[in-house]
């Protein structure tokens, strides 16, 4: 099992900054990708972007290329997702999942608003 608790979520205004923080536990060692994903209301869930443990290659969605970048402390069993040039379209619920090839787990999830 792994446990994954996101954090770091709030309220900004357009063209701000926020880091979000992804702390995991349990069976890591069987996880292979980490990766950030976003709903917004009424839409579906999608993929924010990824690194893999192993290898440490991060790859984003085109939305965020050049706004968001994904990091990881492996000391601290941490993922990050530092946010910047915010915009409102960025307002979401954001999740972290951890992936081995047989299983996927999610965090709850922290709210990003973005006002205009």
């Known amino acids: 099992q792994v446990q994954l608790v996101e954090s770091g979520g709030g309220l900004v205004q357009a063209g701000g900054s926020l880091r979000l923080s992804c702390a995991a536990s349990?069976?890591?060692?069987?996880?292979?990708?980490m990766g950030w994903y976003r709903q917004a209301p009424g839409k579906q869930r999608e993929w924010v972007g990824s690194?893999?443990?192993?290898?440490?290659?991060?790859n984003y969605a085109d939305s965020v290329k050049g706004r968001f970048t994904i990091s990881r402390d492996n000391a601290r069993n941490t993922l990050y997702l530092q946010m910047n040039s915010l915009e409102p379209d960025d307002t979401a619920v954001y999740y972290c999942?951890?992936?081995?090839?047989?299983?996927?787990?999610w965090g709850q999830g922290t709210q990003v608003t973005v006002s205009s």
């Open positions: 690194i893999t443990l192993s290898g440490g290659i991060i």
């Open positions: 349990g069976n890591m060692f069987r996880m292979s990708v």
């Open positions: 999942k951890a992936s081995s090839p047989w299983s996927d787990y």
